[in-house]
């Protein structure tokens, strides 16, 4: 039989051990972070990679303009210590995520700081875009990706958990590799289209068009979700017969049947475009894989 001393010693050791297993598995928690569209959670995955524990708030298949927060993502909001949003109109109905948490939160505005092309028409919407003055498709171009995005990502990142700046600052590093990559191959690729001229079904290609000197001539619904008259579809049709777009653009995201009827019109081809992605979708699983998917479906529809 063990003795008092014995006794004693034996739970003096499973305090010990279990102090050291609470200390290891605190200290080896994920950051948690909540990031509002799939683009860019993802990114923060690239930069975190394993030290991150990501949710993206909006779900896949739904449309971040007319998007109704449920009670899961308060939830979600309440746990995190960073908060990636996109600003400028986009996801304002995160506001009410944020501003109801208690307690210190880091948020991320990645239209913070950039200089924006002017706003869209279908930022004059409910959500409040329209006083934002900005279009806010930032991160469909990913050079602003890479020298703005990235960086404010890695600082909040930084800042939620310092003891981790080297695993975090070695992520941003590849991860901008890799958009260099990105972009270079984006650029060989759309080299040889000569009718750069497409209609779009919602603004949301302005940022990637001026990187890769693409037009918009013309957008099927100014808000989506709000078809247009049929006086803005005769004008829409005159313009893109005078351009000769060639190229109509649709989303997963949305009904395709008047942007099916315009490119019918006008003779062009439809191109399936995605601003968003998903994690279970094929090819567009990641940020990377989705901006390539969305240069070739220009590319296959400019020919």
């Known amino acids: 039989m063990l003795g008092k001393s014995d006794t004693m010693q034996r739970m003096s050791y499973r305090v010990v051990l279990c102090a050291l297993l609470c200390w290891s ?3 080896a928690a994920d950051v948690r972070v909540v990031a509002t569209i799939f683009p860019v959670a993802d990114l923060v995955r690239q930069i975190g990679h394993d030290a991150v524990e990501v949710t993206t708030l909006l779900p896949a298949g739904a449309s971040p303009h007319t998007f ?3 009670p899961e993502q308060v939830r979600a909001v309440a746990q995190a210590a960073v908060f990636v949003e996109v600003g400028a109109g986009l996801d304002t109905w995160a506001e009410k995520l944020r501003t109801a948490r208690s307690g210190p939160l880091a948020v991320v505005t990645l239209a913070t700081g950039l200089p924006l092309l002017q706003a869209a028409p279908e930022h004059g919407d409910p959500h409040g875009g329209e006083q934002h003055g900005g279009d806010p498709h930032v991160w469909l171009d990913p050079i602003l990706v890479r020298d703005h995005c990235v960086p404010a990502i890695l600082r909040a990142l930084i800042q939620a958990d310092p003891g981790r700046q080297a695993v975090f600052q070695q992520g941003a590093s590849d991860l901008a590799a ?4 990105l972009d270079t191959d984006m650029r060989g ?16 290609w302005r940022y990637f068009g001026k990187r890769y000197d693409l037009r918009e001539v013309g957008v099927v619904e100014s808000f989506p979700g709000k078809e247009p008259s049929a006086r803005e579809v005769a004008a829409l049709i005159e313009q893109a017969r005078a351009a000769g777009v060639r190229a109509v653009l649709i989303e997963p995201q949305f009904t395709p049947r008047m942007a099916e009827q315009i490119a019918h019109d006008i003779g062009a081809h ?6 968003l992605g998903g994690p279970d979708l094929p090819g567009r699983s990641h940020y990377l894989d989705l901006m390539r998917y969305n240069v070739q479906a220009f590319v296959k529809a400019l020919q």
Not at 178 to 181: D, F, K, M, P, V
Not at 192 to 204: E, I
Not at 270 to 275: C, H, M, N, R, T
């Open 270 to 275: 439809l191109a399936v475009v995605d601003p």
């Open 189 to 204: 690729a759309l080299a040889a289209v000569t009718n750069r001229n497409y209609v779009a079904f919602h603004a949301a």
């Open 178 to 181: 890799a958009l260099t990559r």
């Open 68 to 70: 109704e927060p449920a």
């Open 25 to 27: 598995t605190a200290a």
